[in-house]
């Protein structure tokens, strides 16, 4: 399914469907801010409220600093997502709170910027980066929240065998605004592989 080679080496991407995954750099400071830029009304329905700085180099470097250290410290792992034909940054997705121990979980988040948006990449880019972390990483359990009225999103976890557990009310602060939020869990068990959805 997928050649998986990653995180001990920076830059060894993990690669799979047309896809490849791998941490940011400073080198992608350009197309980040591009896409990010453009995407801005697409996003910022469904994202925090941006910092005033967000899109700027010395934002990004820390961001990329940042990054780079949660992985080593095995807190979170940040990927950008890429096409492989032509290595077009597509958007991003992060595992964050990652939890050892008798948990072996942690938390999904996702951005595609709103050109790519409904062409199934995010979904295969999940399952890539999810089929990683349960078979690289050892994780047992990946959580995923999304709003209720996200619709392109319920659609994406379920299709990847994510499975609804909960309601959160005012989960999280998006958009400035303290938000009721669906609660999602994909166990290493229920990935639906990639073929199934062609």
């Known amino acids: 399914m997928a050649l998986f080679g990653v995180l001990g080496r920076r830059g060894m ?4 469907e047309g896809l490849y995954l791998r941490p940011s750099e400073l080198r992608d400071f350009v197309d980040w801010t591009s896409l990010r830029e453009q995407s801005r009304a697409f996003l910022t329905p469904w994202e925090p409220v941006w910092p005033a700085d967000d899109l700027t180099r010395a934002s990004f470097r820390y961001r990329v600093k940042r ?3 949660e992985m080593a410290r095995d807190e ?10 032509d290595d ?16 072996q979980s942690a938390s ?3 951005w595609m910027g709103e050109t790519y948006a409904g062409k199934g990449y995010m979904t295969r880019a999940v399952r890539l980066a999810c089929a990683y972390i349960f078979e690289k990483q050892g994780l047992h359990r990946i959580e995923a929240a999304c709003l209720p009225t996200n619709e392109p999103s319920k659609r994406l976890l379920t299709r990847v065998g994510f499975h609804q557990e ?18 999602f869990a994909l166990l290493d068990r229920d990935l639906v592989p990639l073929q199934q959805d062609r």
Not at 13 to 16: E, F, R
Not at 88 to 103: A, K, Q, T
Not at 166 to 183: C, F, K, P, T, V
């Open 166 to 183: 909960g309601y959160a009310r005012s989960y999280l602060n998006i958009n400035g605004e303290w938000r009721d939020h669906l609660l």
């Open 13 to 16: 991407p993990i690669v799979g």
């Open 67 to 69: 990054h780079a250290e």
């Open 108 to 110: 999904l988040g996702y």
């Open 76 to 85: 979170a792992y940040s990927f950008f997502i890429f096409r492989e034909s």
């Open 88 to 103: 077009v940054l597509l958007g991003g997705l992060s595992f964050g709170y990652v939890r050892r121990g008798v948990s």
